[in-house]
């Protein structure tokens, strides 16, 4: 069964080669008309000038005779009141004169001729002596026929294309995120599949994203919410300080994971950072490391970035190196060709090369550690989330005296750039 669009184009298509058709007919026939004109003219003057009007009956009659013998036709030559003057070959029946041309028994063609002095000369012959009539409409619906089945597989090939592309669009509308629709060519249709499945990949992307997201921070919400819950509960039957301490502790832990998790989320949907600043990596990573009393040192590097996310990004850093790695640590910031390298180094045990490329995953929890010791949660997540939004990478060394190393390379700024 065809469907709604190529019928709509294939029928488009007939509609328009008929359309032209039948006004290529109606010129063509119209001119036909003029030229007939014109030849039926022309054929009066050439009679008249071989038989003139001052030629006698004699004359007449050897002229005609000759001519129905060259053209092998019956010849008659009539005076103004349709009486016979000269006559060649067999004779023509008088009623003829009422029929201008028209065509005999069999194969012959009659042809009457007015002459200007009022003579009339009929012809009866095998060939008609004018241009041979060729019926133009015939030609140009055998062109339109071709035309038409040439046109069938093109149409077709278009329409199927594009209904392949509304059935995987229809099925992708239906949750079905991994359907695709084929990429073959180079036209508009393909562009528009190429940009459907990059669409596509993005929002499959960003929706494995959340549910993984979701399911384990709904993971991870549970134990700072029961250990809250214990405190609360503990703190009603016997109130101290040390209770309510706990109780702060992990509603302060509630809050920067949902804070973590919002950030995330934010930024899934962030392709490009804007308003960005021009900021000193080394003075921004000082302060940070005297909050968290880290030492650092270095070269000032100036990047253009938005300062609070880079902010959070080396803090977050610098809070793994102290919770999951061991004293002393250190940060250090360096320029190398056209990038800022941020370096922050512990000396605990390390990250096995294994699970070396899995750190960066939100919430990832390495093999063999106890959920009461936590895993990273989003730590490390954000910051190759935000290192990505600025144009850099993070990635994980292994120092050779042991100990774990994260290093963050930032694009340095070329020009300067407004502060806003």
């Known amino acids: 069964m065809r469907s709604r669009l190529f019928l709509k184009i294939y029928l488009t298509l007939?509609?328009?080669?008929?359309?032209?058709?039948?006004?290529?007919?109606?010129?063509?026939?119209?001119?036909?008309?003029?030229?007939?004109?014109?030849?039926?003219?022309?054929?009066?003057?050439?009679?008249?000038?071989?038989?003139?009007?001052?030629m006698d009956n004699r004359t007449v009659e050897a002229t005609i005779e000759r001519f129905s013998r060259a053209f092998d036709a019956d010849i008659a030559?009539?005076?103004?009141?349709?009486?016979?003057?000269a006559s060649g070959g067999s004779p023509i029946p008088r009623d003829i004169l009422d029929q201008p041309w028209r065509h005999g028994p069999g194969n012959f063609h009659t042809m009457v001729t007015e002459l200007p002095d009022g003579r009339t000369v009929a012809a009866r012959m095998e060939r008609p002596l004018r241009p041979s009539g060729r019926n133009p409409l015939a030609y140009l619906a055998l062109i339109a026929g071709v035309i038409g089945l040439a046109a069938y597989p093109v149409v077709r090939h278009l329409t199927?294309?594009?209904?392949?592309?509304?059935?995987?669009?229809?099925?992708?509308?239906?949750?079905?995120?991994?359907?695709?629709?084929?990429?073959?060519?180079?036209?508009?249709?393909?562009?528009?599949?190429?940009?459907?499945?990059?669409?596509?990949?993005?929002?499959?992307?960003?929706?494995?994203?959340?549910?993984?997201?979701?399911?384990?921070?709904?993971?991870?919400?549970?134990?700072?919410?029961?250990?809250?819950?214990?405190a609360i509960d503990l703190y009603e039957q016997a109130p101290n300080d040390d209770r309510k301490q706990e109780i702060i502790r992990n509603l302060s832990e509630l809050d920067t994971l949902i804070e973590e998790i919002l950030l995330a989320s934010r930024l899934d949907h962030v392709e490009k950072l804007d308003a960005l600043e021009s900021v000193d990596l080394l003075a921004l990573v000082s302060e940070e490391g005297a909050r968290n009393d880290v030492e650092v040192?270095?070269?000032?590097?100036?990047?253009?970035?938005?300062?609070?996310?880079?902010?959070?990004?080396?803090?977050?850093?610098?809070?793994?190196?102290?919770?999951?790695?061991?004293?002393?640590?250190?940060?250090?910031?360096?320029?190398?060709?056209?990038?800022?390298?941020?370096?922050?180094?512990?000396?605990?045990?390390?990250?096995?090369?294994?699970e070396r490329h899995r750190v960066f995953e939100p919430f990832y929890r390495p093999s063999g550690r106890s959920e009461a010791a936590g895993g990273w949660g989003l730590g490390l997540a954000l910051v190759r989330q935000i290192a990505e939004r600025h144009g850099g990478a993070v990635s994980y060394e292994s120092p050779p005296d042991g100990g774990a190393c994260f290093v963050v390379t930032l694009p340095v700024q070329s020009k300067p750039v407004r502060d806003r």
């Open 14 to 54: 007939l509609a328009s080669l008929a359309a032209v058709a039948v006004a290529s007919a109606a010129f063509v026939w119209l001119g036909q008309g003029e030229e007939e004109s014109g030849w039926q003219s022309q054929r009066a003057r050439f009679v008249a000038a071989l038989i003139p009007p001052d």
């Open 77 to 85: 030559v009539y005076d103004p009141r349709c009486r016979l003057i």
């Open 160 to 230: 199927r294309r594009l209904e392949r592309l509304r059935v995987g669009v229809d099925a992708w509308g239906k949750g079905d995120f991994v359907v695709r629709v084929p990429e073959d060519g180079s036209d508009e249709v393909a562009a528009v599949a190429k940009s459907f499945n990059r669409a596509a990949d993005q929002v499959e992307r960003l929706i494995k994203s959340h549910r993984a997201l979701l399911a384990n921070a709904s993971h991870e919400l549970r134990s700072p919410l029961a250990r809250l819950r214990m």
């Open 297 to 354: 040192f270095g070269m000032p590097a100036i990047v253009a970035c938005d300062a609070r996310l880079l902010r959070r990004l080396v803090r977050n850093l610098l809070q793994n190196a102290l919770h999951h790695g061991g004293p002393p640590v250190t940060a250090a910031v360096a320029q190398a060709d056209d990038a800022a390298i941020l370096r922050v180094r512990d000396h605990g045990p390390g990250i096995a090369d294994s």
